[in-house]
């Protein structure tokens, strides 16, 4: 009776009994459920064969689970070493395993590993758990509490240039500051008290950039004369010319640490002279329209620069060939800066202001809500954001959190037209206690931080927003 069951009933003996006679309970002429070439069991085994799981799962195939059918038992070891053996690889048991109810699923013990390799079973349960993890809802991240920064309030307005103000800089020692102007002037001021300390007369057109250096006592300045100039502020002269611009000369940059200028022009390139030589060390080409802004560091990539072709472009310097592109802003990019702490950077388009991480130009976050054509941003290393704009708005940005805490339109000065609200140019002193803005109603405006707020008078009203941290 033994050698009989084990071959005609060999493979529905894994279907679990109740603790009757096995041999009471197995139907005559049975046949396997899956159509599959049927196994003699392991010989010397018990004819009852009970085997059941740790988990709870119906008594047969093809019966719901509920609280009166369900068993759950342990199997015992000659039983299910005796299974491993008898049941056949079977597919459609795999599938049927995977898409049974969790919790309540029939597994034949040993079934899945006859079935497939280890591997693929790890593969396949991975995968599984990476389907539910993406099913699964996730929480959206949330704006952390950004840090509270006292508001700025105009204190000084002056007045002198003739023409619109288009460029600032503050020389390393914070004694003076130098302004550029579409009256082809370049002034320098006292900061201390906003009194009119010399002019400057040599471009032949407005004056779009001004620096000051920190190794040298010298000026450098651009024009849309196509003219990039060196002045020595020991005698107030023209010292040198650098020569090779084609168009408007738009912006310029020193390096930190080496004898090296950067400029660039509305001829799409920008151009590394050698200070003392004059020499033009390298073009840099591949921008398809005017380049607007060009920033140096000391640290990979040395020079950033961004164009009304929309994008920005990290530049390695001494190839003078450009190491990444960035073309995520939809409009042109007039404004870059880097934070003097972090390895990160900021850049300004009418679509949005984005944050950036060197050295690869991985995107960080947009700061959105400044919708206006950005000419300028500034950052101080308190992690204040100033972005300066065409229609005269200037906005104050948490730089961790992307926070706006503040929004200044100032007045136009009294005879100006109200179209002539514009900044076009904004820097921190070298303190950071003074913010100054160059404009279009031909002014220089000073702001300073409010004393006497503070976070009761001036409190931060924001809300764990879900961050928008869309790439375009």
Known sequence: MAIKLRNEYGPVLHMPTSKENFKEKCPQNAS?????????????????????????????PGVALTADT??????????????????????????????????????????????????????????????????????????????????????????GHLGWVRCIAVEPGNQWFVTGSADRTIKIWDLASGKLKLSLTGHISTVRGVIVSTRSPYLFSCGEDKQVKCWDLEYNKVIRHYHGHLSAVYGLDLHPTI?????????????????????????????????????CQAAEPQIITGSHDTTIRLWDLVAGKTRVTLTNHKKSVRAVVLHPRHYTFASGSPDNIKQWKFPDGSFIQNLSGHNAIINTLTVNSDGVLVSGADN?????????????????????????????????ACAFDQSESRLLTAEADKTIKVYKEDDTATEETHPVSWKPEIIKRKRF
């Open 32 to 60: 396997d459920s899956y159509g599959h070439k049927q196994y003699p069991a392991n010989q010397g085994q018990e004819v009852e064969y009970l085997v059941t799981g740790t988990h709870p799962y119906p008594p047969g």
């Open 70 to 159: 369900k068993i759950q038992r342990m199997p015992s070891e000659s039983a299910a070493q005796s299974l491993a053996v008898a049941l056949p690889s079977s597919q459609t048991r795999v599938d049927a395993n995977r898409s049974a109810p969790a919790g309540g699923e029939y597994r034949h013990p040993g079934a899945s590993d006859r079935s497939q390799p280890t591997g693929m079973t790890s593969a396949v349960m991975e995968a599984g758990n990476a389907k539910n993890s993406a099913l699964m809802a996730k929480k959206a991240p949330t704006m952390p509490k950004p840090q509270w920064h006292p508001p700025w309030k105009l204190y000084r307005v002056i007045s």
């Open 259 to 295: 004898d090296v200028l950067v400029t660039c022009s509305r001829d799409s390139t920008a151009r590394i002279w050698d200070v003392r030589t004059k020499a033009s060390v390298h073009t840099l080409s591949g921008h398809t329209n005017a380049v607007a802004t060009v920033r």
């Open 392 to 424: 005269g708005t200037m906005h104050l940005w948490d730089w961790r959190t992307g926070y706006n805490f503040q929004r200044v339109h100032a007045a136009v000065q009294p005879g100006s037209l109200d179209s002539e609200s514009g900044i076009f």
